[in-house]
């Protein structure tokens, strides 16, 4: 019988798989509003979404980026740009940080208040990574909702205009439109490349595939269709090994709008913060004490997204 306890599967390879490492990118997620509600969001953003990270959290996280300067800034939400302390953390940020990285979901543009968001990217030269699931305008508003292809079109068209994707990173986030893995990350990036080019002039760095982790709206849609057993079992019987020493939460931290750690956004999902020996929950403030322990990751079965195929992470596959 397959065994589909994942902590176990790590642990007979090699039980320090499943340690911290060293901390290269402390990933934070300013809240989960979004102008868009797509059906696989695994955070559940939405516009009413009023789970917002505060100042004070932010100037905690400021001053942990200023003592421990070289780390990789990796901004999320929801839709981060809708924070109304984005601009001030990233500027206090870009002192320390070798590179920030924000995930836009280019549709922001074109909310008010927005209008030279593209010529600030392009200022302080961050690396955009844009949440494209299809190059069809069918597949992207079937997941994203109507409307959002022509103006993420748009977006990225005026992204090029500025640089990006020449001079400026740029890469798109891919994910599948249901229960299945995704294809190998460098044909689909070709596909991709192909067809925006062709279609619309558009170009970009990478494609990165993001499996999809059984959580959040996802999830719902998995268990509502009795499906959640069959994507587990296809996310396990497709491990592989070779990724188990590259998993993205050896050297990331991921931090929600509370200021709670975890070992990544998908245990944020799945409700599994950090805690300290005594089992207390940790946050902005103990996060010393957590890279320097060493400890181990908390892990679930939604962890088999990550080691399925070529393995998924928040830059992509991972061989
Ligand atoms: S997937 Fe991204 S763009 Fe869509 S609702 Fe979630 S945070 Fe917003
Ligand atoms: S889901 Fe998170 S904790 Fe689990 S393997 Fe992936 S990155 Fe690590």
Request: with cysteine.
């Amino acid at each position: 019988m397959m065994n589909c306890n994942f902590k176990e599967t790590i642990k007979d390879i090699n039980s320090d798989y499943i340690r911290f490492t060293n901390l290269k990118t402390l990933q934070v997620n300013l809240g989960n509003t979004c102008n868009q509600r797509c059906r696989h969001c695994h955070v559940y953003a939405e516009p009413g979404g009023s789970n917002i990270m505060s100042v004070n959290v932010m100037e905690k996280i400021i001053l942990f980026l200023e003592k421990h300067p070289g780390i990789i800034l990796d901004v999320t939400g929801g839709c981060p740009e809708l924070n109304p302390g984005f601009r001030l953390f990233i500027e206090y940020a870009e002192r320390v940080c070798t590179e920030i990285m924000v995930r836009t979901n280019l549709t922001v543009f074109y909310e008010n208040g927005m209008e030279r968001l593209p010529e600030w990217y392009r200022e302080k030269r961050i690396t955009l990574i844009a949440s494209l699931p299809c190059y069809t305008e069918k597949n992207v508003n079937k997941q994203r909702g109507n409307g959002v292809f022509e103006k993420s079109i748009k977006a990225l068209k005026k992204l090029n205009s500025l640089g990006y994707g020449k001079d400026l990173p740029l890469d798109i986030m891919y994910n599948p439109a249901g229960e299945f893995l995704p294809a190998p990350q460098k044909k689909l990036e070709k596909d991709f490349k192909k067809n925006l080019f062709k279609k619309y002039g558009i170009i970009f760095n990478k494609l990165l595939t993001l499996t999809n982790a059984p959580l959040g709206r996802f999830k719902n849609y998995l268990i509502l269709n009795g499906k959640m057993e069959q994507y587990i079992r296809l996310l396990a019987s497709n491990f592989n090994s070779r990724i188990v020493p590259h998993i993205m939460c050896r050297s990331l931290i991921n931090i929600d709008w509370q200021g709670i750690l975890y070992n990544c956004d998908f245990n944020q999902a799945a409700g599994l913060p950090i805690r300290d020996k005594i089992g207390k929950i940790m946050e902005v403030e103990n996060m010393d004490d957590f890279i320097y322990n060493k400890n181990e990751i908390i892990t679930a079965e939604h962890c088999y997204s990550c080691t399925a195929g070529e393995g998924s992470s928040c830059i992509g596959a991972l061989i």
